[in-house]
């Protein structure tokens, strides 16, 4: 039985950067997070695709140990998107979202998946997240992302989903956006106001920061050369930081802290090729070895 | 005699943010910086004001143990620069700079100066930036700094003189344009190659960067729930770390990680109030204080 559900979405990605571009490449929310997260804890996704994807998607997965029982094929096509990047890579320029089968995602969880301890609910729409929430029996630990389109859609809504979840993990605008401050401290407390006893915000390549009550951390990221494309990268960062966590068990704000220098870890691994073509031959070693770097880096 | 010398502007600012306003506000590169490095050692400055420069202004720097001989009055108006910072202050919207006096800055060092350990020289012409290092003679630890401006009008100038520094200390926008990479590791490298043993990027909130050959170090900035006023906050930041580097004897690598911690504490003072007002009343006990809070927050 997993010990992480990813709920979001999968789909099938067309990306351009100046160093190159894949087309209908397997990716998606969900999909980025598990293969980051199975290389620490057995994990789960819920999610939905059209009649379009393929066998070979799914026994990738698989043979990742990756649960995929969650997964709904409908008749139809799998959410696509495209877009490209320029020279600096901190901006996706989206030139099109086809949402497809992705529309009509309505999860319904496998009853084992509802066991399960660990959760990340994906930035899909609020009103499913709680569902999603509804839907769990006894959950130690729930992860909570959301996206700008969100925000301006249902910004209450996220709110009202925010108080259900252990974890608000959210990028800087989305950050400021939420909480109508350019100031992220500010904004992070906001947030812990609401019920979550954390909130992480990530920053890029300016690395990330975890908010709770009383304490504060400040996590950088790997310093990387070689940005070939960062789809995915917050989505393995959050993968990497779960599964981690769920692996060692107990969650305590010590333990956040490692875990989000392996989020930062693998995160980097992910930029470093296109699609999941870096992420998926890294090792444990690969990931030891950076994560020590890192502590050399941060020491003073 | 100083041991830090600091060539840069003095000013007359008038700026305004949603906190407030000042007008005619006493500042400038080497106001902000030797303020900062007093705190922690001797410090000289060299620059150029008109007689609009009230006596009360050097008594308050000569209080505070800075030497002002290096400071020519000529007739004519102080340099006056006027901005808004809006919600977000990440950004200073510019607007008027009258340069005045400062046009005609061209520093000839007082005879005990030249003598001095350490220099800071500021964002000015990178044709007088030369002329000052030509004027050093035996200097141990040489800091240069520069400005969009000038990377535009004499890149290759500033290329040339950075050649002639030990440690190239610039923010993140200036080092992609410099450079011409959205990468902040590659531009650090090209800037390493040109001579320099360090380099060190600043990213305001986002804390700093060091780059020296084989190694590098990510500092964060120091978490501010009320920010004020960020003018100056970069200068001081360069003060405090030089103030505090001067101090400690010889410059190594690891000397100059905890150097940019006391210049993210010093710069995290200066951004609380307008001007110098927060700067001017901190003591080493504050500083102290703060600094031991980044340790916590960066501790994994």
Redesign the interface.
């Known amino acids: 039985m997993p010990d992480v559900i990813a709920v979001g979405s999968i789909g099938l990605d067309t990306i351009k950067t100046p160093f190159g571009s894949v087309k209908d490449e397997f990716s998606g929310t969900a999909v980025f997070f598990s293969v980051a997260s199975s290389l620490f804890s057995q994990t789960g996704i819920v999610s939905i695709a059209g009649t379009d994807i393929q066998k070979k998607h799914f026994s990738f997965l698989n043979k990742r140990g990756i649960c995929t029982k969650g997964i709904q094929v409908v008749k139809g096509k799998t959410l696509r998107f495209s877009c490209y990047y320029e020279?600096?890579?901190?901006e996706a320029h989206v030139l099109k979202t086809d949402v497809n089968v992705f529309g009509k995602f309505n999860p319904v969880l496998p009853e084992e998946y509802r066991k399960a301890r660990h959760f990340f609910i994906g930035a899909v729409n609020p009103k499913i997240q709680t569902k999603v929430i509804n839907q769990l029996e006894d959950p130690e630990f729930v992860v909570m992302d959301t996206k700008p389109f969100w925000i301006e859609k249902s910004r209450k809504t996220i709110l009202d989903t925010a108080k259900k979840s252990n974890l608000l993990l959210i990028n800087e605008w989305e950050a400021?956006q939420l909480f109508g401050?350019?100031?992220?401290?500010?904004a992070a407390?906001e947030a812990l106001k609401l019920g979550p006893e954390y909130v992480i915000i990530k920053?890029g390549?300016?690395?990330s920061?975890l908010f709770t009550d009383g304490a504060?951390?400040?996590?950088?990221s790997y310093?990387?050369?070689t940005?070939i494309d960062p789809t995915g990268a917050g989505d393995s960062y959050a993968g990497a930081l779960m599964g981690w966590l769920a692996k060692s068990r107990t969650v305590t704000e010590?333990k956040l802290?490692?875990a989000?220098?392996y989020g930062a870890v693998v995160a980097s691994f992910t930029a470093e090729g296109f699609g999941l073509s870096r992420l998926k031959s890294i090792t444990l070693k690969d990931i030891e070895r950076r994560y020590q770097e890192i502590?050399k880096?941060?020491?003073?």
């Open positions: 020279y600096d890579m901190n400021r401050t350019p100031n992220l401290q500010k407390k920053k390549e300016h690395g920061l504060y951390f400040s996590a950088p310093p990387l050369e940005l010590s802290r490692k989000m220098i502590k880096i941060t020491c003073f």
